[in-house]
């Protein structure tokens, strides 16, 4: 089983903007409320850059600068893996509209954002980093296959590796096609070094006809079937309550893949 050890973690969503608060809630040491997520404003950009940013971006870079300052890793190292269901979806409803108007205008800006990959394009101006990026999308299953390209990169390479997980909801009307609860996003620094200082190992498989660990709490259970993204409240839960364990995420059909996690 492929094995690495997190570095450092970083969540966002409505009732907590980071993973101090959401390691509280999460360990039971105080009740879940599901306030609104405020505008975030990750810092690392250029202002002319940063003014190009769709919430679901800000999003993504936000959890993917928190959890680099918590470690001790230089934010231009690690290679990156950017997993998200559905993209940009406030991005695509705008081109939608501007292609229905009389005459269309599409804005350069809003192309060039359109494309999956964009958050770790701006990632890598905002980190400075040169090492391979990668973007990834699996449906409901999109937080397994992101953990599943990052944690088999980082073993291949042995270097630390970033995997940033987020959705937001869409505006009507794609809302009704595919519809998301609630913004989620977080990020995890991964290591295949055993002897990396970390909050827990984690080794990886899969296994046949086994159903997807849920939470107790209505609420986070709400959040975590309401956004691919947020599959990986049940592993955070282990982590904050410093348990060891296994957790099963939703994988391909009949499948789940199982993290067993050592503190």
Not at 43 to 50: S, V
Not at 126 to 154: C, K, M, N, Q, R
Not at 204 to 231: K, Q, S
């Amino acid at each position: 089983m492929t094995a690495v050890t997190i570095r450092s973690i970083a969540c966002a969503a409505p009732g907590f903007e980071d993973w101090q608060t959401a390691r509280a809630v999460l360990a039971g040491e105080t009740p879940y409320q599901p306030a609104e997520l405020g505008k975030l404003k990750p810092a690392w950009l250029p202002a002319n850059e940063r003014r190009r940013l769709s919430p679901v971006m800000r999003l993504a870079l936000h959890v993917g600068e928190q959890a680099l300052e918590a470690s001790d890793c230089s934010p231009d190292k690690p290679a990156s893996v950017f997993a998200s269901s559905s993209g940009d979806g406030d991005i695509i409803h705008g081109i939608c509209e501007e292609l229905d108007s009389p005459e269309p205008e599409l804005s350069p800006t809003k192309f060039h954002n359109s494309v999956h990959n964009a958050p770790a394009g701006y990632w890598a101006i905002a980190s400075g980093a040169h090492a391979p990026a990668s973007a990834v999308a699996a449906y409901d299953a999109t937080f397994a296959a992101g953990w599943i390209e990052a944690a088999l990169l980082a073993a291949d390479t042995g270097a630390p590796v970033l995997l940033v997980a987020y959705d937001r909801p869409y505006p009507a009307p794609l809302d009704v096609k595919r519809h998301l609860a609630a913004p989620f996003a977080c990020a995890l620094l991964l290591d295949a070094d055993p002897n990396v200082a970390g909050v827990a190992r984690i080794a990886m498989e899969t296994n046949a006809n086994a159903a997807a660990t849920t939470l107790d709490d209505a609420e986070l259970e709400a959040l975590r079937g309401g956004n691919p993204a947020a599959r990986a409240l049940p592993l955070f839960r282990l982590l904050a309550r410093k348990e060891a364990g296994a957790v099963a995420l939703p994988w391909i059909p009949n499948s789940t893949l199982t993290l067993n996690v050592t503190i």
